[in-house]
Structures are given as structure tokens and as C-alpha cells.
T-cell receptor
Framework: DGGITQSPKYLFRKEGQNVTLSCEQN?????MYWYRQDPGQGLRLIYY???????QKGDIAEGYSVSREKKESFPLTVTSAQKNPTAFYLC????????????FGSGTQLSVL | GENVEQHPSTLSVQEGDSAVIKCTYS??????FPWYKQELGKRPQLIID?????GEKKDQRIAVTLNKTAKHFSLHITETQPEDSAVYFC???????????FGQGTRLTINP
């Protein structure tokens, strides 16, 4: 299962708390992505990054923040402004700049206490 | 922006029969259409993809067809096996645009 690693597998958030999800890849991929998966809604893009120190908002970026200080790492912070954070979060990476052929991590299940 | 609709949301077939999942997209500029399979508790994995310059692509028991005029594409699985049970996602994007838009997913169950 090497290549792209997400941690933790399960995470619980209290009211008003920010939490950070980790995503690390050793595939030497330039592009990295964060998707949110809710039952019956498919995968929705939160943020993506094509190169170090640059990232763009996806379709549902409100209440989330990211950083890309290293090529290998793309952490996602779920802030207190995200009122419905319970979901399965998937990180992905890609060699192609167009977001093709995504390689996914194993995901983090975030729940609210 | 792009919108992808996927049907059906659930599909149950007898082992050995064929399964078909259909997707429609809204942006006529989309030119890349992948399909991902997500087994229970596992990460999504790319199983087949097609570009808009091709009408059909096959890989063993799976095939994808594309109708650009109607803006729809389909996944066909023949001689289904128990290991085909999973959630399947279609997606669409414009090559180079970075944004892959996914359908809602289809839960396929293969009955022995």
C-alpha cells in the first residue's frame, strides 16, 4: 500500500476545534488533491495543488485550508468554520497536470464529537 | 461548470451476467472520462479511462463507450464475478484543467 499515505485513519473533532489531516506521497507526483466523500454524493474537490507553494480552491473550499511547503506533503486543515465536517476525506496525487490518473490514499474518516 | 450525473445509484446482477452503468456530462469541452472502482473500506482505483477522440475502449471484461453528441458515456462489465462488487465512480474533465468532476457513484452487487 505504499505511495500515498493518509493519517490518521479516524479523527474526532470537538466544537470550535481545528483539525489537520495529513497526506504524504513518495511517488514524486507534482499535483495533489483533497476530496470529500459523502454517501450518495460522489467525490467533491476541496483544494488542489500543482506545484510547491501554490494551491487553488476546488468546489467546496469554504471552511478548509491547505499548505504545500514540500512536494511530498499536502496537509488539510478542517477549521471551526466548517459546520458539517463529518465525512470521509481522500487525498490523491497525479503525475499529469490535468488531474488525470489519480492515485488515492486510504482516507481519513472525520467525525464530530 | 461541469456536472456529471450517474445512474443507477445501486445495481444488482447475477454472477455471470453483464452490468452497465451510465453517466452524462454537461460541459461539451470535457475530453477525458475515467472510471474508478472503490471496494468496501478501500481507496478508489482507476480501472479504465477514455479520451474524446475514441468511441470505445476495452480491457478484458470491462469496456467504456462514449457518445460525444449525446454527452454520455457508459461502463460495461461482462461475465461479472463476485470481486466486481464495489462502488463505481465515473468522472469527467478537460485535459489540463486540473478539475476532475465525479458522478455520485453506483453500488454494484454481484449475486452468486
Amino acid at each position: 500500500d505504499g505511495g500515498i499515505t493518509q493519517s490518521p485513519k479516524y479523527l474526532f473533532r470537538k466544537e470550535g476545534q481545528n483539525v489537520t489531516l495529513s497526506c504524504e506521497q513518495n511517488l514524486n507526483h507534482d499535483a495533489m488533491y483533497w476530496y470529500r466523500q459523502d454517501p450518495g454524493q460522489g467525490l467533491r474537490l476541496i483544494y488542489y495543488s500543482q506545484i510547491v507553494n501554490d494551491f487553488q480552491k476546488g468546489d467546496i473550499a469554504e471552511g478548509y485550508s491547505v499548505s504545500r511547503e514540500k512536494k511530498e506533503s499536502f496537509p488539510l486543515t478542517v477549521t471551526s468554520a466548517q459546520k458539517n465536517p463529518t465525512a470521509f476525506y481522500l487525498c490523491a496525487s497525479s503525475t499529469q497536470q490535468g488531474g488525470e490518473k489519480l492515485f488515492f490514499g486510504s482516507g481519513t474518516q472525520l467525525s464530530v464529537l | 461548470g461541469e456536472n456529471v450525473e450517474q445512474h443507477p445509484s445501486t445495481l444488482s446482477v447475477q454472477e455471470g451476467d453483464s452490468a452497465v452503468i451510465k453517466c452524462t456530462y454537461s460541459d461539451s469541452a470535457s475530453n477525458y472520462f475515467p472510471w474508478y472502482k472503490q471496494e468496501l473500506g478501500k481507496r478508489p482505483q482507476l480501472i479504465i479511462d477514455i479520451r474524446s477522440n475514441v468511441g470505445e475502449k476495452k480491457d478484458q471484461r470491462i469496456a467504456v463507450t462514449l457518445n460525444k453528441t449525446a454527452k454520455h458515456f457508459s461502463l460495461h462489465i461482462t461475465e461479472t464475478q463476485p470481486e466486481d462488487s464495489a462502488v463505481y465512480f465515473c468522472a469527467a474533465s478537460i485535459v489540463g484543467a486540473q478539475k476532475l468532476v465525479f458522478g455520485q457513484g453506483t453500488r454494484l452487487t454481484i449475486n452468486p
